[in-house]
């Protein structure tokens, strides 16, 4: 164990070192007490030395004596007692354990190793450690368990009694939302029979926890168009919606294909109703699972173009044209 001391260097300055509980004595005491004791399960009491010098005044003092049955249990707990992480998120625990001397002073709280268990492995795991790591939306208990000791006087000694302690916290685990989402083109959709159509491919962020396995749905949120190239009397409806495509996101944080066009149809019917050149536009809303419910993270425009001679796929800003046919 180790204790709180003040030492003198070969400048003369007092350097104080800090107990095990990061406490030093501070320079301005002019009084105090001085308790050591052990902890585990020998109840013997324990023979300190104390050693004390004022080399400006010329004075030294040292004394040994033995203090009374060693410090008992008093109280325990897990720290942080609350504490919020998303899905792959982690937090690391420390297991504290109060005591008072067998004068009944409060002796702090220190430090204790501890067994480490989650009460609900389904939403956290913990290690050996203590360092618990969401798995899924929830709440669960971090318990940690470990030995106390109670010491009270006995004939010819201290008596010491053991018993199992278990204070527990709670973590709270939350999903994860994407931060952003990065597009990128992923070709013509010909071999799909879809050579109007652009194909893309998306990657979420951050990368790590990550979404791997997750769903992500789009939905539309309303207020699409304008379809320009529709006119009344057109036997194709106005293309101002999303279709509601869902997808699984990949070990590699990425998700697709996402469609983007107007079949090869609807571009030969405008273009021979003389509508070409004309574009429409229609918002998307991207979400992701959750047990919660569906966690909105982005809501992008898409955009289909028939030109003259060329059409064009619209993503997020990014955009890919070719001549058809």
């Known amino acids: 164990m180790q ?3 003040l030492v003198c260097n070969s400048a003369e300055s007092v350097i104080p070192l800090p107990d095990d509980n990061g406490v030093t004595i501070p320079l301005t005491a002019e ?20 050693e004390q010098a004022d080399t400006a005044k010329g004075v030294s003092n040292n004394y ?10 008093v109280a325990s707990t897990v720290e942080p007692v609350t504490a919020s992480v998303e899905i792959g998120g982690t937090m690391a625990y420390v297991a504290k354990e109060q005591r ?3 004068n ?3 002796a702090g709280w220190y430090t204790v190793g501890a067994a ?13 450690g203590g360092v618990a790591t969401g798995v899924a939306p929830g709440s669960a208990n971090i318990k940690a368990t470990w030995t106390a000791y109670s010491r009270f006087p006995s004939f010819g000694g201290c008596q010491s009694t053991s018993f199992q302690v278990g204070p527990v916290a709670t973590i709270n685990v939350t999903c994860t939302t994407p931060t952003n989402e990065t597009t990128a083109f992923a070709g013509w959709a010909d071999s799909d029979g879809f050579p109007t159509v652009g194909k893309w491919t998306q990657t979420l962020s951050p990368a790590t926890p990550g979404f791997s396995g997750r769903t992500v749905t789009e939905q539309d949120p309303g207020s699409g168009g304008p379809d320009n190239c529709w006119f009344n009397g057109s036997i194709i409806p106005p293309q101002t919606a999303i279709t509601g495509g869902s997808w699984t996101v990949t070990s590699s944080n990425t998700w697709g ?10 571009v030969n019917y405008y273009r021979a109703q003389g ?7 229609v918002p998307q809303r991207m979400v992701i699972d959750c047990s919660t419910g569906a966690l909105t993270y982005r809501t992008n425009t898409l955009g289909y173009v028939i030109g003259d001679t060329r059409i064009f796929s619209i993503r997020d800003g990014s955009q890919q044209s070719r001549t058809w046919p």
């Open 104 to 106: 009944g002073q409060p």
């Open 31 to 50: 009084r105090g007490q001085i308790i050591w004791s052990v902890y585990g399960p020998d109840g013997l009491a324990m023979i300190g030395r104390s």
């Open 116 to 128: 480490w268990s989650s009460l609900d492995n389904s939403v956290a795991t913990v290690s050996s």
């Open 64 to 73: 040994a004596c033995q203090s009374c049955c060693p410090d008992s249990y």
């Open 275 to 281: 509508r070409a050149p004309c574009s429409v536009t």
């Open 3 to 5: 204790f709180a001391i």
């Open 100 to 102: 008072s001397t067998c």
């Open 257 to 266: 294909f996402d469609f983007v066009g107007l079949t090869s149809t609807t």
